[in-house]
């Protein structure tokens, strides 16, 4: 299975600042994900990011909130923009497995407090 | 559409206890079954998975066999370990969620010395 990094594991950020968060594979994979995990909750798909096509964002998030980049095959990132304390979550990116059963596997997620 | 039941948590079990977390699954085609977990302040992990009716997963201990006839997939350990304190999400996928998983709501699993 992939190795998946994210940066920052965790940050404090002030209410209207944005943040990007980094997902690095150490292989090269055609799908990758971006979730978000609030306190005691499930995931929540934010958006699929295929490497030479725009992402594609799931009901409720979009583009302007949430813009997301994917330069390459082994690096994504997400930004989370004009925060408020609502946005405090855990934010998870992942790839899939590649073996045709559509498993994933998740980096260590980046833990997000806004105040 | 497609959707995943869990057992509501927490589970709490004293150590060398048997372990069962249900999961039932509704989809309307042939999806991949899968059981992930979550140790305090990680990422997700993969702990088994079962593709086709009548597998069984197995990883650390754990099982899981696919029933497609009750359209679950339990998870289940003879002798649970403190170390196995966690949350547990039984996920599904296939060709009618677009290759996206689809999530339960987690199971926390506390083991008690």
């Known amino acids: 299975s992939a190795v998946i990094s994210q940066k920052p594991s965790r940050d404090i950020c002030q209410r209207g600042t944005s943040l990007t968060i980094q997902c690095q594979v150490d292989?090269?994979?055609?799908?990758m994900f971006w979730y978000r995990q609030q306190p005691g909750q499930s995931l929540t798909l934010i958006a699929t990011?295929?490497?030479?096509?725009?992402?594609?964002?799931e009901s409720g998030f979009v583009i302007d909130k949430f813009p997301i980049s994917r330069p390459n095959l082994t690096f994504s990132t997400l930004t989370v923009s004009n925060m408020s304390p609502e946005d405090s979550s855990i934010y998870l990116c992942?790839?899939?497995?590649?073996?045709?059963?559509?498993?994933?596997?998740f980096g260590p997620g980046t833990r997000l407090t806004v105040t | 559409g497609d959707s995943v039941t869990q057992m509501e948590g927490p589970v709490t079990l004293s150590e060398e206890a048997f372990l069962t977390i249900n999961c039932t699954y509704t989809?309307?085609?042939?999806?991949?079954l899968f059981w992930y977990v979550q140790y305090p302040g990680e990422g997700l992990q993969l702990l088994l998975k079962?593709?086709?009716a009548d597998d069984k997963g197995s990883n650390k201990g754990f099982e899981a066999t696919y029933r497609k006839e009750t359209t679950s997939f339990h998870l289940e350990k003879g002798s649970v370990q403190v170390s196995d304190s966690a949350v547990y999400f039984c996920?599904?996928?296939?060709?009618?969620?677009?290759?996206?998983?689809?999530w339960g709501a987690g199971t926390k699993l506390i083991i008690k010395p």
């Open positions: 079962a593709t086709k």
């Open positions: 996920a599904l996928s296939d060709r009618d969620s677009n290759y996206q998983l689809i």
């Open positions: 292989s090269q994979v055609t799908m």
């Open positions: 990011a295929n490497q030479g096509s725009e992402a594609t964002y």
């Open positions: 992942s790839v899939g497995g590649g073996t045709g059963h559509y498993e994933q596997y």
């Open positions: 989809a309307t085609g042939y999806p991949s």
